[in-house]
């Protein structure tokens, strides 16, 4: 059985730091696109940040170098530092594993409000 879990999100100022970690199990996560997803209330999830399995990664647009995805292929673990937080930053944060198959996280929260 498949299992991400998240942990690491909480209340923060305006221009504090988190760091999410997404621990995985059930699967061979190094072969798996590892991402960070979120969403705030009334919208659509969105696509935060990806990690390939080789490493090559991808942000959403808009943070504009403030978040920085990484992995850890020996601790099935995936990464989301984020710094500079705004309140616009605040909703759920949901690890994802794609691959053989898609897998979700149950989500963590991340407040961003002084």
């Known amino acids: 059985q498949v299992q991400l879990v998240e942990s690491g999100g909480g209340l923060v100022q305006p221009g504090g730091s988190l760091r999410l970690s997404c621990v995985a199990s059930g699967l061979a996560f190094r072969i798996f696109t590892m991402g960070w997803y979120r969403q705030a209330p009334g919208n659509q999830r969105e696509l935060v940040a990806q990690?390939?399995?080789?490493?090559?990664?991808y942000y959403a647009a808009s943070l504009k170098g403030r978040f920085t995805i990484s992995r850890s292929n020996a601790e099935s673990t995936v990464y989301l530092q984020m710094n500079s937080l705004k309140p616009e930053d605040t909703a759920v944060y949901y690890c994802?594993?794609?691959?053989?198959?898609?897998?979700w996280g149950q989500g963590t929260q991340v407040t961003v409000a002084s």
């Open positions: 994802n594993a794609a691959g053989w198959g898609e897998h």
């Open positions: 990690i390939g399995s080789g490493g090559t990664t």
